[in-house]
């Protein structure tokens, strides 16, 4: 099993911080960084410390790492118009050597949107231009030739391949959710990963199985897809250090070890079992403490090389 770390900036999180993490994360050994993509911080409207913007900061990130991979999960297909944003995730590809990964969701945090005055519109009208979009971005990374689309929402009419991803045929885009219809058709039709996030094992499995199933449906190998999950970390060597580290992202202990990734790195290997188990080739550890760098290294020293056997 491989381990990402995932970060939630729109909490408060500077570029440098950031860029401390992604650094640390690299030297350390996890497979990538990715962050999330919000302009808004929830459970708190003050909009303290300010957003930043998912694409700058990877673009940053590219050119000062080397190694690990980048990406979001997930980008907000109500954020940005779907040209410029292949060509976006194009650039930075080129720009990290061909490290980038697009993971692209429906969007659904309306209270970003009417703060930022970005159109929002019903859940039905969010998933037909999400489904669009996932149509035109893997188009244009995969022309050839012009590419032209004439959707409900998004028209193009002999769009140049003018920035080419530097990964081939495109970078691997992402799709999640625990949707029981769409997002496993969508997943089976464009994914090259499909992740269940904040959920526990068996209803991990139970989603991995729809998408596996809308698979086959597509005539597709269920298996060349990879299935992966993300949980909030919390990992500490005594229940003292537990009980401070989930203190420092406002959760009670109990309730993350019933809901999270939390424990000592020992249980975290068995959770990260118990996932492997029902599938999981990859864990999104979602850090919400970026100061605590020990809390990566922790975690890289005494579980990441014997969840590297699973």
Not at 59 to 88: D, V
Not at 258 to 263: E, K, S
Request: hydrophobic letters at 40%; charged letters at 25%; proline letters at 5%.
């Amino acid at each position: 099993m491989q381990l990402r770390v995932f970060t939630e900036p729109q909490q408060g999180a500077s570029y440098d911080e950031l860029l401390r993490v992604a650094q640390r994360a690299e030297e350390c050994g996890y497979d990538a960084f990715f962050r999330s993509d919000h302009y808004l911080k929830m459970g708190d409207v003050s909009g303290e410390p300010g957003p930043t913007d998912a694409w700058i900061t990877l673009a940053g990130l590219a050119r000062e790492t080397s190694t690990i991979r980048l990406g979001t999960l997930m980008s907000a297909a109500t954020f940005r118009l779907p040209g410029p944003l292949a060509i976006a995730v194009a650039q930075v590809d080129q720009m990290s050597g061909g490290r980038v990964e697009l993971g692209l969701g429906s969007g659904w945090y309306e209270r970003e949107h009417t703060a930022y005055g970005m159109g929002f519109g019903s859940l039905r009208e969010r998933f037909d231009r999400y489904t669009e979009q996932l149509a035109i971005i893997t188009g244009l990374w995969e022309a050839t030739e012009t590419f032209s689309y004439d959707g409900e929402y998004y028209q193009l009419t002999e769009a140049p391949p003018l920035v080419r991803p530097a990964q081939s045929p495109r970078p691997p885009v992402l799709i999640g959710g625990s949707g029981a219809k769409r997002t496993p058709r969508l997943a089976a039709r464009y994914a090259d990963e499909f992740n269940v996030p904040f959920a526990g094992v068996d209803d991990t499995a139970r989603l991995f199985a729809g998408v596996r199933a809308a698979c086959e449906r597509a005539g597709r190998d269920p298996d060349s897809m990879r299935y992966s999950a993300a949980q909030v970390l919390c990992c500490g060597r005594t229940e003292a250090q537990l009980r401070e580290r989930a203190a420092a992202i406002g959760r009670e202990l109990p309730e993350l070890r019933a809901n999270g990734l939390a424990g000592t790195p020992d249980e975290l290997v068995d959770k990260l079992g118990a996932f492997a188990e029902r599938g999981a080739s990859r864990m999104y550890l979602q850090t919400l403490d970026l100061s605590d760098l020990d809390h990566l290294d922790l975690v890289a020293a005494e579980v990441m090389p014997q969840v590297a056997k699973l």
